[in-house]
Structure formats: C-alpha cells, structure tokens
C-alpha cells in the first residue's frame, strides 16, 4: 500500500520565519503535488513535480518554493511565512502514468502567529 | 489552469435521505477523479470516469460523466452516518480540484 508520509502533523511557526514542510513516498513515484487546504476553497494547488530536480507552478505559488533533490521526497518552503499562509498543507503523489489516482499524505496544520 | 466548479458547498440531509454533488469544468476533461474526506482525515480516491456518458456505482454512490466530458455528479442514495464529509472531484488534466461538497447526516 502506498504510504506518503509528511514529516509533521501541527506546526507552528512566527511570521518572517523560513518554514520546510516535508513529504516523503514509498512508492517510487515520478509525479508530487503540494496543496494547501482552507474552508470554501477547497484543495489549491501550489506547486508539483513530475522528477528530480523539476517543478512547475502551480495556481498559488506566490510565498513559497520546493525542492525536490531525491524522488521520493518534496519539501514546500515558506521563505519568509506570513499569517496568511496559515493553513492545512496536504502533499500527494502519483505514478507516472496517466489516469492515476492521487495518493495523499495526513497533512500538516500549519499555523504562522 | 482549468476551473473545476463544484455545487453545492454544504448539504446537511436527514439519515436515509439522498444527496446530489455536482462538478462543472469550464474546458473538456480527459477523465475525473473523484475523493471523500473524511472529517480530520486527508482525500482518500473513490472512482475515476474516463468515457464520455460514463455511469459506475459503488453500493449505494453512483457516479456520472456526462456526454460532453465537462461535468460530472456523485449521488448518495439513502444517506448514512458514514457517508459524512467532504466530496471532492478532480479534473485530471492537471489535478485541479473542486472546493468540494461538505456532506452532514443528522442521525
């Protein structure tokens, strides 16, 4: 069974702090996605990658940046977290074929004070 | 990226009774994928619809893609307690999610 494990569960960090949430597959897949999860709006996604060392955009990158130095392992970093950035962050992955289903992580509550 | 809409935002039913969730995508969609979540939980992959006109069922949840592969609609029949939390679809273009439907029985 595929297990993708973010390294904290709460989290709380003061504005203009550096913040690294980590996300960790078991499952050797090629494709990892960062969402950031608020009431109303749903899962937004802020960055992914389709292998190491690549990234795309997302819908709301603006405030954060990823790292992906091995396969198995995504990191979002907050570069200088805000209060608005409080948040639940939910990180996914996906083999490299098509139509396959997201496989997602316990999320991280983050809260920025 | 494309905009995946989803209605309603909340439905709160009586135990026993159905619930509708609805998916509109402005641009075609190669398939969908639909995700419950439960409360405190993350989105757990139900079923995904890749034909146009589409219709499976998991025991009393139907799932359909309509003709045009631009929407998309969960049905519950004969609501349970376990049934509760949030509905999410996903237009698999590129993994945009709705806001999700946010489902309450009252026992």
């Known amino acids: 069974d595929v297990k993708v494990t973010q390294s904290s569960r709460y989290l709380v960090k003061r504005t203009g702090e550096k913040v690294f949430l980590e996300c960790v597959q078991d499952?050797?897949?090629?494709?990892m996605f960062w969402y950031r999860q608020d009431p109303g709006l749903g899962l937004r996604l802020i960055y992914f990658?389709?292998?190491?060392?690549?990234?795309e955009k997302g819908d709301i990158p603006e405030g954060y940046s990823v790292s992906r130095e091995k396969k198995e392992r995504f990191s979002l970093i907050l570069e200088s977290a805000s209060t608005n950035q409080t948040s639940m962050y939910l990180c996914?992955?996906?083999?490299?074929?098509?139509?396959?289903?997201?496989?997602f992580g316990d999320g991280t509550r983050l809260s920025i004070l | 990226g494309q905009q995946v809409m989803q209605i309603p935002q909340y439905q709160h039913v009586q135990e026993g009774e159905d619930f509708t969730t609805y998916c509109n995508s402005s641009?075609?969609?190669?398939?969908i994928q639909w995700y419950k979540q439960r409360p405190g939980g993350h989105p757990v992959f139900l079923i995904q619809l890749v034909k146009s006109g589409e219709v499976k069922k998991q025991k009393r949840l139907t799932f359909q893609f309509g003709e045009a592969k631009k929407n998309s609609s969960l049905h519950i029949t004969a609501t349970q307690t376990t049934d509760v939390g949030t509905y999410f679809c996903a237009g698999h273009n590129d993994m945009r999610f709705g806001a999700g439907t946010r489902l309450t029985v009252k026992p």
């Open positions: 990658s389709y292998d190491v060392k690549m990234k």
């Open positions: 996914a992955s996906t083999p490299y074929r098509v139509n396959q289903p997201q496989h």
């Open positions: 641009t075609t969609l190669s398939n």
């Open positions: 499952m050797d897949h090629e494709n």
